[in-house]
């Protein structure tokens, strides 16, 4: 046993803590911190890279890029995209969400001196998207696995934390109490016909976000076709929930501490923070821009672009909360953030197509 293995205990130790007592991600940081211990046992051969259970598990799910977009299966499955359908504009505010994600690649670039390929994994983190985090690091940079995919969980589940500051930083009160009004209900037509053209259009344009764009599609047609009950159950429940255990384990297996404690590491958690935040400033300042140029009684609430990255629902709820509280219940923008909230899925996976099309 080494020093560097005692410390991962303690690691896995406070990511177990968080998740028990604080709640943080729970279904995603007690598989992972599993993982840690059994990759820091010396001789037990239990970590990713290993010729044991976890490593069959990595390379047969992992490597072959399998898990990933299964989750995102479940994930299509469990997305109502009716609140982006209902407001069209807000896939705009999801899009401009994906600022971060850029801002830390480049960054990771030219002043940190990262490959491309692993600032593009490291700027994924800004998407808050576990998943696809996950699935553009392992073929990217597979030696930053670990660490980028424990960043992003960590700032999904901090989400609270993170983007309230931001909000009160980049708002006005009078921004706050704008009421967005209700919208028609969209059809049922109109739901299905939308995760067919969506998907072959994204399939299309940028070939490489398929297996997400594809599987996330596939997975929301089961829930809005209304005759695939079992189906719809099987994706969202059971099947989503093996693949989570599976994943979760074999990338917290990825860190043994020979592997994990580095200065580099830590560099990694600091410019996956700045992703974050930018990409939540993206959504709220691109939401301001717009509102320039709409009349006043169609102006909207700005701060639901921050709801633009895909932690769903947390991001919607953090951003109803805060307008909730600053407008002392005036103004509950719940279904408005749920706009560009969904939206900010889809965005996170185009940016993921756009980097393996360019550095893959």
Same mark, same amino acid.
């Given at each position: 046993?080494?020093?560097? +293995?005692?410390? $991962?205990?303690?690691?896995?130790? #406070?990511?177990?803590?968080?998740?028990?007592?604080?709640?943080?991600?729970?279904?995603?940081?007690?598989?992972?911190?599993?993982?840690?211990?059994?990759? +820091?046992?010396?001789?037990?051969?239990?970590?990713?890279?290993?010729?044991? !259970?976890?490593?069959? !598990?990595?390379?047969?799910?992992?490597?072959?890029? #399998?898990?990933?977009?299964?989750?995102?299966?479940?994930?299509?499955? #469990?997305?109502?995209?009716?609140?982006?359908?209902?407001?069209?504009?807000?896939?705009?505010?999801?899009?401009?969400?994906?600022?971060?994600?850029?801002?830390? &690649?480049?960054? /990771?670039?030219?002043?940190?001196?990262? %490959?491309?390929?692993?600032?593009?994994?490291?700027?994924?983190?800004?998407?808050?998207?576990?998943?696809?985090?996950?699935?553009?690091?392992?073929?990217? &940079?597979?030696?930053?696995?670990?660490?980028? &995919?424990?960043?992003?969980?960590?700032? @999904?589940?901090?989400?609270?934390?993170?983007?309230?500051? *931001?909000?009160?930083?980049? %708002?006005?009160?009078?921004?706050?109490?704008?009421?967005?009004?209700?919208?028609?209900?969209?059809? +049922?037509?109109?739901?299905?016909?939308?995760?067919?053209?969506?998907?072959?259009?994204?399939?299309?344009?940028?070939?490489? /976000?398929?297996?997400?764009?594809?599987?996330?599609?596939?997975?929301?047609?089961?829930?809005?076709?209304?005759?695939?009950?079992?189906?719809?159950?099987?994706?969202?429940?059971?099947?989503?929930?093996?693949? %989570?255990?599976?994943?979760?384990? &074999?990338?917290?297996? %990825? @860190?043994?501490?020979?592997?994990?404690?580095?200065?580099?590491?830590?560099?990694?958690?600091?410019?996956?923070?700045?992703?974050?935040?930018?990409?939540?400033?993206?959504?709220? #300042?691109?939401?301001?821009?717009?509102?320039?140029?709409? =009349?006043?009684?169609?102006?909207?609430?700005?701060? !639901?672009?921050?709801?633009? *990255?895909?932690?769903? =629902? $947390?991001?919607?709820?953090?951003?109803?909360?805060?307008?909730?509280?600053?407008?002392?219940?005036?103004? +509950?923008?719940? $279904?408005?953030? @749920?706009?560009?909230?969904?939206?900010?899925?889809?965005?996170?996976?185009?940016?993921?197509? *756009?980097?393996?099309?360019?550095?893959?």
């Amino acid at each position: 046993m080494s020093i560097e +293995n005692w410390v $991962m205990f303690a690691i896995s130790a #406070l990511l177990v803590y968080l998740a028990i007592k604080k709640g943080y991600e729970p279904l995603l940081l007690i598989p992972i911190s599993f993982g840690v211990v059994l990759a +820091n046992f010396p001789l037990a051969d239990m970590s990713s890279y290993g010729k044991g !259970i976890i490593g069959l !598990i990595y390379r047969t799910g992992v490597e072959t890029e #399998l898990l990933p977009p299964i989750i995102f299966l479940g994930i299509g499955v #469990l997305t109502d995209f009716r609140p982006l359908l209902s407001r069209p504009f807000t896939f705009l505010l999801g899009a401009a969400a994906q600022l971060g994600v850029f801002v830390a &690649a480049l960054g /990771s670039v030219y002043l940190f001196g990262f %490959t491309p390929q692993e600032a593009a994994s490291i700027g994924i983190i800004g998407g808050a998207d576990g998943p696809t985090t996950i699935y553009l690091a392992s073929k990217l &940079a597979p030696h930053l696995l670990g660490p980028v &995919a424990l960043a992003s969980y960590s700032y @999904m589940s901090l989400v609270p934390i993170i983007q309230p500051p *931001v909000l009160r930083l980049l %708002t006005t009160q009078k921004e706050r109490e704008i009421d967005m009004r209700r919208t028609k209900p969209v059809s +049922n037509t109109a739901v299905i016909i939308f995760p067919i053209l969506s998907g072959g259009i994204a399939s299309l344009a940028i070939p490489s /976000s398929a297996p997400l764009i594809g599987m996330l599609m596939f997975g929301n047609l089961i829930r809005e076709s209304g005759v695939t009950e079992r189906l719809r159950k099987t994706a969202g429940g059971a099947l989503i929930d093996i693949v %989570t255990i599976f994943l979760a384990t &074999a990338v917290g297996a %990825t @860190m043994s501490g020979e592997t994990f404690l580095s200065p580099q590491i830590l560099m990694i958690f600091a410019l996956g923070a700045v992703a974050f935040v930018f990409s939540t400033a993206g959504g709220i #300042l691109f939401a301001k821009f717009f509102n320039l140029f709409l =009349p006043e009684k169609k102006k909207i609430n700005p701060c !639901i672009g921050a709801a633009g *990255v895909s932690a769903v =629902p $947390m991001s919607a709820r953090v951003v109803q909360d805060f307008v909730s509280r600053h407008t002392n219940g005036r103004v +509950n923008p719940l $279904m408005p953030a @749920m706009g560009p909230n969904v939206a900010g899925v889809i965005g996170t996976a185009v940016a993921a197509g *756009v980097f393996l099309a360019l550095l893959g």
